[in-house]
C-alpha cells in the first residue's frame, strides 16, 4: 500500500518526471467494493511521473470516492505474480500477454500477470458505470504499457475520458483536503466483531461471496497466525475469519483467496504451472490438472495467488493453520492446497471448525493476539 503521510505539493512537483520518485511498493487497484456509479477511476497512468504515482496510489487504496484506480504495479520479485506469465487464450498452450504488450519481443522477466489483474480491475469499474480516466503526458504521449491499456480500452468498447497530467494535478489538488476513510475488503456478511456467534462458526450455511484477496503481505510477521487452508462452505465462519484477517494489526491472518463469481478479480483465468520459451511463445499447462483433473471455468488464478502469499508468509516464520470440517474432510480446493503444503514440507497446525472457533473465542482480545494465546506447533 501506498505510504501513509503524503503531502499534497505543488502543481509542478505532482507534473515531475521522475520514475524513481514512485513508490516501489505492491499496489493492486482500489478495492472493487469501492466502484460506484460515476465514481472517477484512473484507468492509465504513465508511470514516468513518479511522485504523482505515489500520492494516486495513496488515494486510491483507501478506497473512497475521493480518486480511485484501477492500475497495478508489481514492483519486484516480492510482490504477488511478479515473473508470471498468463495465457492470452484459454487452454494448456499458447503465447502469453506479453505477445501483444511488447510486440516483437520475447517475454519480459516481469511477467505479464499484472495486465490480467488490470483487466479484471478495469471491467469492475466499468460494470459499475464507474467515470474512467486515462491519464497522459503533458504532451499527450503514453508510456509502453499505457498504449496496450489504451488498446484494450478501444477494443472493449469502454468510454474513457483522457487527461493530461497537469490536468489529473490540478483534480488532484482540487480534492486533497477531503478526508479519507480506509474501506476493509471483506468476504462473506456483515459481522459485529464484538458479538461473534461461535456456535454459529459450525453451520454449513452459504453466505453472499465477495471477493477476498488474503491478508496483506505487509502484515505478516514471525508471531502472526495464518490460516491458509478454510473449508468455504462454513459460510460464516468464513465471513469472521476474513473480517478478522482484514483487520489492522491483526496476527489472525490468511493467506485464503475468495473468487467464486464471474466478476471477481481472476475468475475463470489459468496461471501456468510450468512454463517454456518456444518461438517466442510461453508454453505448459495450468494448475487446474494438478488440482481438479481437468480445467474448471473459475480457473486457478486464486492458486498461484495463494501459494506466493504463502511463500511470503512462511519467509517470516508466520505459524500456518489448516481448518478442515468437523469430520476432518477438506474441501475440493483445500486438498490441493495441503497436498501442496505436505509436498513442500510445510509444518502447519490442523484445527477442526469447533477447535477454530473456540481458538478464535479464546483468544485474549479480537484485536491484538498475545503469544499466550496463539496456537504453538
Known amino acids: 500500500m501506498a505510504p501513509h503521510g503524503i ?12 520514475s524513481k520518485k514512485s513508490a516501489r511498493i505492491e499496489f493492486l487497484g482500489s478495492p472493487s467494493t469501492a ?12 508511470g514516468v511521473h513518479g511522485y504523482a504515482w505515489t ?3 495513496h488515494l486510491a487504496a483507501q478506497g473512497t470516492e475521493q480518486v480511485l484506480s484501477s492500475c497495478v504495479f508489481l514492483p519486484d520479485h516480492r510482490a ?3 515473473g508470471t506469465h498468463i495465457l492470452d487464450a484459454k487452454g494448456f498452450f499458447g503465447a502469453c500477454h506479453c ?3 511488447y510486440p516483437g519481443k520475447p517475454p519480459i522477466r516481469d511477467g505479464c500477470f499484472w495486465y490480467i489483474l488490470w483487466m479484471e480491475r478495469t471491467l469492475q469499474a466499468a460494470r459499475q458505470d464507474c467515470e474512467l480516466i486515462v491519464v497522459t503526458m503533458e504532451d499527450g504521449d503514453l508510456g509502453n504499457s499505457q498504449k496496450a491499456e489504451v488498446r484494450f480500452l478501444q477494443d472493449s468498447k469502454l468510454k474513457f475520458q483522457k487527461v493530461t497530467i497537469r490536468e489529473f494535478a490540478d483534480m488532484v489538488l482540487d480534492k486533497s483536503s477531503g478526508t479519507a476513510c480506509p474501506v476493509a475488503q471483506t468476504a462473506g456478511c456483515e459481522i459485529d466483531l464484538s458479538r461473534i456467534d461461535f456456535q454459529r462458526m459450525g453451520v454449513l450455511a452459504p453466505v453472499e461471496e465477495v471477493e477476498f484477496l488474503g491478508s496483506s503481505s505487509e502484515a505478516f510477521m514471525r508471531s502472526s497466525k495464518v490460516v491458509v487452508s478454510f473449508p468455504g462452505r462454513y459460510g460464516y465462519a468464513k465471513a469472521v475469519l ?3 484477517a482484514a483487520r489492522k494489526n491483526s496476527s489472525l491472518l490468511t493467506i485464503c483467496v475468495f473468487i467464486a463469481q464471474e466478476m471477481d478479480l481472476g475468475y475463470g483465468k489459468h496461471i501456468l504451472e510450468s512454463e517454456t520459451l518456444s518461438e517466442g511463445r510461453v508454453c505448459g499447462h495450468c494448475y487446474c490438472q494438478k488440482l481438479y483433473g481437468k480445467v474448471q471455468p473459475w480457473g486457478c488464478f486464486w492458486f498461484a495467488w495463494w501459494k506466493e502469499r504463502l511463500a511470503q508468509a512462511t519467509k517470516v516464520g508466520a505459524g500456518l493453520i489448516v481448518v478442515s470440517g468437523e469430520d476432518g474432510s477438506l474441501g475440493d480446493s483445500q486438498q490441493g492446497e495441503v497436498e501442496f503444503l505436505r509436498s513442500s514440507n510445510y509444518g502447519f497446525r490442523l484445527l477442526s471448525i469447533s477447535e477454530f472457533a473456540n481458538f478464535v473465542r479464546d483468544c485474549e482480545s479480537l484485536e491484538q493476539y498475545g503469544p499466550s494465546s496463539c496456537l504453538c506447533s
Do not use: C, Q, W
Open 242 to 244: 476474513t473480517r478478522l
Open 7 to 18: 503531502e499534497f505539493p505543488s502543481i509542478e512537483r505532482l507534473m515531475e518526471k521522475d
Open 55 to 57: 500520492v494516486l496510489t
Open 80 to 82: 504477488v505474480g511478479y
Open 35 to 46: 466502484f460506484t456509479s460515476s465514481a472517477k477511476v484512473v484507468v492509465s497512468f504513465p
Open 99 to 101: 505477445n501483444h504488450l
